[in-house]
Nanobody, 124 residues
Framework: QVQLVESGGGLVQAGGSLRLSCAASGRTSSTIAMGWLRQTPGKDREFVAAITTSGGSTYYVDSVKGRFTISRDNAENTVYLQMNNLRPEDTAVYYC?????????????????WGQGTQVTVSS
């Protein structure tokens, strides 16, 4: 099992920045990628970004490209999501996730492990 704990959410004005952190523990050696997905009420969970644990390849949904950056610190088993130029439409609960499978990280079903989520609210 892998445990994930997010931190860093909050309230920010449009155009501002936040950095989310996700600390992983447990059998982290079994995971090949970590990522962030987000969800708003009444909508399905949406892929945001992912990073592989080996080569550091990164993936982003189009709507955050150029604004969000995912990075990792393997020694600390921590993944970060730096979010710049935030928009009201970025408001959501952000979930950290990890997977032991390769495939399309854009698909929610690929992710095995989930954190509890952290709220990000962007005011206009």
């Amino acid at each position: 099992q892998v445990q994930l704990v997010e931190s860093g959410g909050g309230l920010v004005q449009a155009g501002g920045s936040l950095r989310l952190s996700c600390a992983a523990s447990g059998r982290t050696s079994s995971t090949i990628a970590m990522g962030w997905l987000r969800q708003t009420p009444g909508k399905d969970r949406e892929f945001v970004a992912a990073i592989t644990t080996s080569g550091g390849s990164t993936y982003y949904v189009d709507s955050v490209k150029g604004r969000f950056t995912i990075s990792r610190d393997n020694a600390e088993n921590t993944v970060y999501l730096q979010m710049n130029n935030l928009r009201p439409e970025d408001t959501a609960v952000y979930y950290c996730a990890a997977t032991k499978y390769s495939g399309s990280y854009y698909q929610k079903f690929l992710w095995n492990y989930w954190g509890q989520g952290t709220q990000v609210t962007v005011s206009s």
